[in-house]
């Protein structure tokens, strides 16, 4: 059988991942290499950026549990309500987080990515019964449920304009930004009640399609890529090096 050259390019093409890129924290559920658990208890979810940005928990009553739960056939972290994890570091604008996270708690004040430090507010989860970003200004998204969800915000220091994506769709734009001093994953004015599968921040502002091969690699490999919308470059295939 004869095989055309573009045919071969396409068959030995490889998945692509975050590791294509430069990122400052990329944290990874499935990868249970990198966590540091005893009796299921995380006490290190290890950054795979190569900056050591891991986000650490001393105390036993606030640290997420591992092993309990999937999504996808792959492993994801469990937040009771009461647990975080966090990682003092600087990141100036622009700076882009990703991420996939679902809620057990469709109500009230829970948030699973925020700022290391109170002040300033920094945060991304869902305010009363709908999806919030907030970075100087909030993004009010659609209603919230208890599925599985790809999260994808931007925060850009040159127009001062932050944007927040749900599953690929844009959920609205705000004027306002501020620099991160660190993470907290799984509390930022609120706990939250979910799993969180893996986040992504990246230093800079991507470009579209930058974006939405960060968004297809998530959504594909989570389990989330019938929520694309048609018409993303990803909505049939997951992207490849």
């Known amino acids: 059988m004869r095989y055309s050259p573009g045919f071969l390019s396409s068959t030995l093409s490889s998945p692509w991942t975050p590791a294509d890129i430069t990122t400052d924290l990329w944290l990874d559920a499935a990868d249970t290499d990198t966590i540091t658990e005893s009796g299921g208890d995380v ?44 990682k003092v570091f600087a990141v100036s604008q622009p700076y882009s987080v990703f991420a996939v996270a679902k809620s057990d708690d469709a109500s009230g004040t829970r948030f699973f990515f925020g700022n290391s430090d109170s002040s300033p507010l920094i945060y991304l989860g869902h305010y009363g019964s709908f999806w919030r970003w907030y970075v100087g200004a909030q993004v009010n998204g659609s209603a919230t449920d208890t599925n599985y969800h790809l999260f994808s915000a931007v925060a850009d220091g040159a127009t001062s304009i932050t944007e927040m994506w749900l599953d690929g769709t844009s959920e609205g734009t705000a004027a306002g930004t501020f620099d991160l001093e660190g993470v907290t994953i799984g509390e930022s004015s609120g706990f939250w009640d979910g799993t969180v599968s893996e986040v992504i921040l990246l230093g800079s502002h991507p470009s579209d399609a930058e974006r939405q091969k960060v968004e297809g690699y998530l959504a594909w490999k989570w389990g989330t890529e019938g929520n694309l919308p048609v018409g993303h470059p990803y909505k049939n295939a997951a992207p490849t090096a």
């Open 43 to 86: 006490s290190q979810w290890d950054d795979k950026s190569g900056n050591d940005n891991h986000v650490t928990q001393d105390t036993g009553s606030k640290q997420p549990t591992t092993g309990t739960r999937t999504q996808n056939g792959l492993n994801v972290l469990d937040f009771d309500g009461n647990d975080e994890m966090n």
